[in-house]
């Protein structure tokens, strides 16, 4: 441990580590809880060093109390420390990575050293996907009334000569998908020289849909002294490779929620007879509820089926997948997020990147194999300290993931279905 941070503790590369060819990987039982036992973690905003211009906006917004990976991370972001951070859906990550960088690029503003050079960002966000992209740029875009710096956002899915329109010109921050990141900095619409600190938001998701080669290629075009950081509520295999393959010097720092559900989340399990799904189903949507509801099943096959069960039954409700038409997904959000349509339906596609106040409910039709997902999709509600509520449709073949679900980290309360005599 380097005697100039004493509160920390560092992961690097062992000696020889890429010569020998070793897969290097943190374990999570060894993943720092930071500060260290014993030291006082902030509590609120004003009692970070931001730029009084941030703290205004943060309270104007009525935005005071930090969530735990904020306390935790946003010290060691405004340190300009590298940074591996795994915390639960809906923990307030966001935020945690948006604060530092604005803070740091005005500050380089106000010292004179301004943003004069085209296709030049100093800021970058790596998402997995548009929907994830457009959240994250509005929250930019929220907290830069004061700052006047300027954001853009590069997604897939838009048109390649609308990306190249919206990096021409002088900005600060860039949000963007890996994939049309890259044609744009092999086309030379874009550089990276320029760069300060790069962000991966949800780590986990962005190796699932395989870009890994990606986002390896893009941070080694990034100057070698950039801040780097790491965000993701899993700290999956695919994960531990990452952070040892891309960080040499990071501080981990992982939430005592991480890896389960957050408190104010509470759960039902209920039984499906055979044949019965669709009136098991039925009835729970009947029930009183004071927000949407999003429900998953595992195959855009199951999630036609659904929609259409639902419509003939009087339910109506709007449908979100992958290869759904770009358009009309985003139409489809646009009437959920907007309370227009009350139900819907998606697949893991819709279980990450989603941020909507308003999802009371998640009900799973069809549960995932894999807790990881499970944790994915139920962090749609409950968020920012939020009550919520999750409603899995149970049978035998769910057994195993239930067997996970029982150890405690999500607190199940059974509520058995019984057939009408």
Known sequence: MREDTPEWRL??????????????????????????????????????????????????????????????ALPLMLERRSVVAIAETGSGKT???????????????????????????????????RELGEQVALVFKTLTHDTRL?????????????????????????VA??????????????????????ILDEADQLLDLGFLPQVISVVRACPSQRQLALFSATMSAGVQELVGRMFSDAIA??????????????????????????????????EPTS????????????????????????????????DTDAVERRQNLRAFRESRQGLLITTDIGSRGLDIDHVARVINVHLPRELENYLHRVGRTARAGKEGLVVNLVTPRDAPLLAQLGDGSVAPQPVRHRRQR
């Open 11 to 72: 992961f690097a590369h062992p000696p020889n580590a890429r010569r020998r060819g070793l897969s290097l990987r943190i374990a999570p039982a060894a993943i720092a809880r930071v500060p260290a036992p014993g030291a006082p973690l902030p509590t609120t905003f004003a009692e970070l060093a931001l730029l009084p211009s941030l703290l205004g906006t943060l309270a104007a917004r009525e935005l005071v109390t930090l969530t735990e990976i904020q306390a935790r």
């Open 95 to 129: 935020l945690t990575y948006v604060l530092p960088i604005l803070d740091r690029l005005k500050r380089m503003e106000e010292d004179g050293n301004r943003a004069e050079d085209e296709r030049e960002p100093r800021a970058l966000v790596i998402v997995p996907t």
């Open 150 to 174: 300027r954001v853009r956002a590069v997604l897939g899915g838009q048109k390649l000569r609308q990306n190249k329109e919206t990096v021409a010109g002088v900005f600060e921050v860039l």
């Open 177 to 198: 998908t890996p994939g049309r990141l890259e044609k744009l900095i092999d086309s030379e619409q874009l550089s990276l020289a320029a760069i300060r600190i790069v």
């Open 253 to 286: 720092v992982e939430t005592t929620g991480s890896q389960k559900v957050v408190p104010s989340l509470r759960t039902r399990h209920v039984d499906v007879p055979d044949g019965r799904r669709s009136e098991v189903l039925q009835r729970i949507l009947a």
């Open 291 to 322: 927000g949407g509801t999003i429900l998953f099943a595992n195959t855009r096959d199951q999630c036609e089926s659904l929609a259409t069960m639902l419509r003939d039954a009087g339910w109506p409700c709007v449908v979100h997948r992958g």
